[in-house]
């Protein structure tokens, strides 16, 4: 069946549909990931984003429940030169995604990076261009939006086994990035977005992992202030989006970028050891500042990757250290957090 994308400056893209039939509105972004296309559509940072492949075939790996980075896909679309497999597309099918296949990814990429990342309209059927361009034009911008309480847990859990405890505030958080804790022989308790400061100390953590999630850091002043509330009382681990609001509690600003920051091969620079790491990453936000705080650049854009707060013990990466999907270069991140908070204990 065929299908088209509509982007909101007007520019038709057709394709050729490969799961479920509709409409799916977001912001059509993109992922120059080779691997990883289902760790990309149930990463939890992607919701109500219409995603892209560089990769010119997508699926020819299969699909596993170990690869979901969440219970559910969040990504409301996936674009793809070519799709191999059929587990894949029956995947995509039975999870109400709309796909395509067919479309030039190619066109589309220097379009997004030339333009923007835009809101958009991928259409799986028959459909009016000109009546999805209005609808498209109609829908809200990702600036300004809060959507973290939609893909947060609305109930604590556990998971792990330990003597440490570590709390994990939950804005959307990676399967990949529990897992990496449960690997250092922790005990986590993961709490919804909206958990207070008093409720999170109460608990007694060792220390308090702020997660990744999607939308815009600056539009979550609640979370913010919560997280300034902590700074300085216990040890704090910001990870993408929890490092973008560590940020804004610390002082610094945050932007939106043009077309963002997504794939498993961003060179970031460690100030100092003058190190390189290449990194996952998907955020279309970014911090903005300078100063001693800062421990880590992208070398792409320069934009800043990491802080450290020393007189607070927290810090924070902008990139995925859980890699999941991606390069193991920040693997030792999270370890490195955890037997700091256990030395600091023992000391």
Same mark, same amino acid.
């Given at each position: 069946?065929?299908?088209?994308?509509?982007?909101?400056?007007?520019?038709?893209?057709?394709?050729?549909?490969?799961?479920?039939?509709?409409?799916?509105?977001?912001?059509?972004?993109?992922?120059?990931?080779?691997?990883?296309?289902?760790?990309?559509?149930?990463?939890?940072?992607?919701?109500?984003?219409?995603?892209?492949?560089?990769?010119?075939?997508?699926?020819?790996?299969?699909?596993?429940?170990?690869?979901?980075?969440?219970?559910?896909?969040?990504?409301?679309?996936?674009?793809?030169?070519?799709?191999?497999?059929?587990?894949?597309?029956?995947?995509?099918?039975?999870?109400?995604?709309?796909?395509?296949?067919?479309?030039?990814?190619?066109?589309?990429?220097?379009?997004?990076?030339?333009?923007?990342?835009?809101?958009?309209?991928?259409?799986?059927?028959?459909?009016?261009?000109?009546?999805?361009?209005?609808?498209?034009?109609?829908?809200?911008?990702?600036?300004?939006?809060?959507?973290?309480?939609?893909?947060?847990?609305?109930?604590?859990?556990?998971?792990?086994?330990?003597?440490?405890?570590?709390?994990?505030?939950?804005?959307?958080?990676?399967?990949?990035?529990?897992?990496?804790?449960?690997?250092?022989?922790?005990?986590?308790?993961?709490?919804?977005?909206?958990?207070?400061?008093? @409720?999170?100390?109460?608990?007694?953590? &060792? /220390?308090?992992?702020?997660?990744?999630?999607?939308?815009? !850091?600056? +539009?979550? #002043? $609640?979370?913010?202030?919560?997280?300034?509330?902590?700074?300085?009382?216990?040890?704090?681990?910001?990870?993408?989006?929890?490092?973008?609001?560590?940020?804004?509690?610390?002082?610094?600003?945050?932007?939106?970028?043009?077309?963002?920051?997504?794939?498993?091969?961003?060179?970031?620079?460690?100030?100092?050891?003058?190190?390189?790491?290449?990194?996952?990453?998907?955020?279309?936000?970014?911090?903005?500042?300078?100063?001693?705080?800062?421990?880590?650049?992208?070398?792409?854009?320069? @934009?800043?990757?990491?802080?450290?707060? &020393? /007189?607070?013990?927290?810090?924070?990466?902008?990139?995925? !250290?859980? +890699?999941? #999907? $991606?390069?193991?270069?920040?693997?030792?991140?999270?370890?490195?957090?955890?037997?700091?908070?256990?030395?600091?204990?023992?000391?």
């Amino acid at each position: 069946m065929s299908g088209l994308l509509v982007l909101e400056d007007g520019a038709v893209f057709r394709g050729r549909s490969v799961g479920a039939l509709g409409v799916a509105h977001g912001e059509a972004v993109f992922t120059t990931a080779m691997t990883g296309y289902q760790e990309v559509v149930t990463d939890p940072s992607y919701a109500e984003q219409l995603v892209a492949f560089t990769a010119p075939m997508i699926g020819n790996y299969g699909v596993s429940p170990q690869r979901s980075e969440s219970a559910r896909a969040h990504a409301r679309a996936v674009l793809m030169r070519r799709a191999t497999g059929e587990d894949w597309t029956r995947w995509l099918h039975g999870r109400g995604i709309v796909a395509l296949e067919e479309v030039d990814t190619r066109a589309l990429v220097v379009r997004l990076r030339e333009r923007g990342a835009m809101r958009a309209a991928a259409v799986a059927g028959a459909a009016s261009v000109d009546e999805v361009l209005a609808n498209v034009r109609a829908q809200a911008s990702m600036a300004g939006r809060a959507l973290v309480a939609a893909v947060s847990t609305q109930e604590p859990y556990r998971v792990g086994h330990g003597s440490t405890h570590i709390a994990v505030v939950d804005y959307g958080c990676k399967r990949s990035i529990l897992h990496r804790l449960s690997t250092c022989r922790v005990q986590t308790t993961v709490w919804p977005h909206d958990a207070d400061a008093a @409720t999170l100390l109460l608990s007694r953590p &060792a /220390g308090v992992l702020l997660s990744n999630g999607p939308g815009d !850091p600056a +539009a979550l #002043p $609640g979370e913010v202030a919560v997280v300034r509330e902590l700074l300085g009382r216990v040890p704090i681990l910001g990870i993408c989006l929890g490092h973008q609001l560590l940020a804004l509690a610390a002082g610094f600003d945050t932007f939106k970028l043009p077309f963002g920051h997504r794939g498993a091969n961003h060179p970031v620079l460690e100030l100092a050891s003058s190190r390189v790491l290449v990194t996952s990453q998907n955020h279309g936000f970014a911090v903005r500042g300078d100063g001693p705080a800062v421990t880590h650049v992208s070398l792409y854009d320069g @934009t800043v990757e990491g802080i450290g707060l &020393a /007189g607070e013990r927290a810090r924070s990466l902008q990139f995925h !250290p859980e +890699a999941g #999907p $991606g390069p193991h270069d920040a693997w030792p991140e999270i370890e490195a957090w955890v037997d700091g908070i256990r030395y600091a204990a023992a000391a």
